[in-house]
């Protein structure tokens, strides 16, 4: 079984989701030692956002671009669609998906972003049927979000309209069919330096909770 690790924050080892997806993987590779393991910082080596001739050339959306384009021999966007099929690939052979989730102006940072628009490509991840009905390809993973939020944004605040992390995040692996979506948010971290401690603590409990909970 293989198992995929993304960190997204750009606060490096001062990261709370960093701390937070390392002790996922640790417990989910105590519990399972067979995991293969890859890993990709977001942060430290980012993946270009999309651009119109990536998107020509990678799907064939424009015939007469992607010809002129893949004729040109244009040496950075074939490192591009090279390194977009590798992130499909690591996604696609991923049985379980672990990503440590910054939360950054009520949202994901555009590092994960960027990495999401890479997995989420019709014929890939998803169809659409004769009659428009959607269908996810990819719901044969395990995806675990470690979530780090400086406020309190959870069901139930009074800020919870403005979180776009979580609920963009369970709505684009809803989308490509993924249900076995775990979610462990530590959040207050900026509120004190003892309402932290608490929250890291909490988040701790809760991955080992859920990781114990799994069937060997």
Same mark, same amino acid.
């Given at each position: 079984?293989?198992?995929?690790?993304?960190?997204?924050?750009?606060?490096?080892?001062?990261?709370?989701?960093?701390?937070?997806?390392?002790?996922?993987?640790?417990?989910?590779?105590?519990?399972?030692?067979?995991?293969?393991?890859?890993?990709?910082?977001?942060?430290?080596?980012?993946?270009?956002?999309?651009?119109?001739?990536?998107?020509?050339?990678?799907?064939?959306?424009?015939?007469?671009?992607?010809?002129?384009?893949?004729?040109?021999?244009?040496?950075?966007?074939?490192?591009?669609?090279?390194?977009?099929?590798?992130?499909?690939?690591?996604? @696609?052979? !991923?049985? $379980?998906?672990? %990503?440590?989730? =910054?939360?950054?102006? &009520?949202?994901? #940072?555009?590092? @994960?972003? !960027?990495? $999401?628009?890479? %997995?989420?490509? =019709?014929?890939?991840? &998803?169809?659409? #049927?004769?009659?428009?009905?959607?269908?996810?390809?990819?719901?044969?993973?395990?995806?675990?979000?470690?979530?780090?939020?400086?406020?309190?944004?959870?069901?139930?605040?009074?800020?919870?309209?403005?979180?776009?992390?979580?609920?963009?995040?369970?709505?684009?692996?809803?989308?490509?069919?993924?249900?076995?979506?775990?979610?462990?948010?530590?959040?207050?971290?900026?509120?004190?330096?003892?309402?932290?401690?608490?929250?890291?603590?909490?988040?701790?409990?809760?991955?080992?909770?859920?990781?114990?909970?799994?069937?060997?």
């Amino acid at each position: 079984m293989n198992l995929l690790h993304l960190d997204s924050s750009i606060l490096g080892p001062s990261s709370v989701s960093r701390a937070l997806s390392s002790h996922v993987v640790e417990q989910l590779l105590n519990r399972f030692p067979h995991l293969r393991l890859t890993y990709r910082d977001l942060a430290a080596e980012p993946i270009p956002h999309l651009s119109g001739t990536y998107l020509a050339a990678a799907h064939g959306a424009v015939d007469a671009a992607r010809d002129a384009v893949l004729a040109a021999r244009d040496a950075v966007l074939l490192e591009d669609l090279a390194l977009g099929e590798t992130v499909m690939k690591e996604f @696609l052979a !991923a049985d $379980i998906v672990v %990503i440590g989730v =910054a939360f950054y102006n &009520f949202s994901i #940072s555009t590092q @994960l972003k !960027a990495w $999401i628009d890479r %997995i989420a490509i =019709a014929g890939k991840t &998803f169809r659409y #049927s004769e009659s428009g009905q959607l269908e996810g390809l990819a719901g044969n993973k395990r995806v675990f979000l470690a979530i780090a939020r400086g406020g309190f944004y959870s069901d139930g605040s009074p800020s919870h309209a403005m979180e776009h992390a979580e609920t963009y995040l369970r709505s684009a692996f809803s989308f490509i069919g993924v249900t076995d979506l775990n979610v462990i948010a530590a959040e207050g971290l900026k509120v004190s330096g003892e309402q932290r401690q608490t929250a890291i603590a909490q988040a701790e409990l809760r991955i080992a909770q859920t990781i114990a909970g799994l069937a060997a």
